[in-house]
């Protein structure tokens, strides 16, 4: 059997944590950051997890993680 192969922009974007849980970056900080509040950006650094309901099609997409 030839072996699955990992969706690359999945790899890119999320990384699977010792625990199991799934580490992902925050949207909306790329852009537009004028009218946002310094507050609402401040909040949006860092990295967080992938809702639970979201992470057995993660899992899907990088088998090898």
Do not use: C, E, W
């Not at 860092?46 to 899992?59: E, K």
Request: proline share 6%; charged share 30%.
């Amino acid at each position: 059997m030839p072996k699955m192969k990992t969706k690359r922009g999945a790899a890119k974007r999320f990384k699977i944590r010792a625990g199991g849980t799934v580490k992902r970056g925050q949207a909306f900080k790329r852009h537009i950051l004028t009218k946002k509040t310094t507050k609402n950006k401040r909040q949006l650094r860092g990295a967080t997890n992938v809702h639970p309901a979201d992470v057995p099609s993660i899992r899907a997409m990088m088998p090898y993680a």
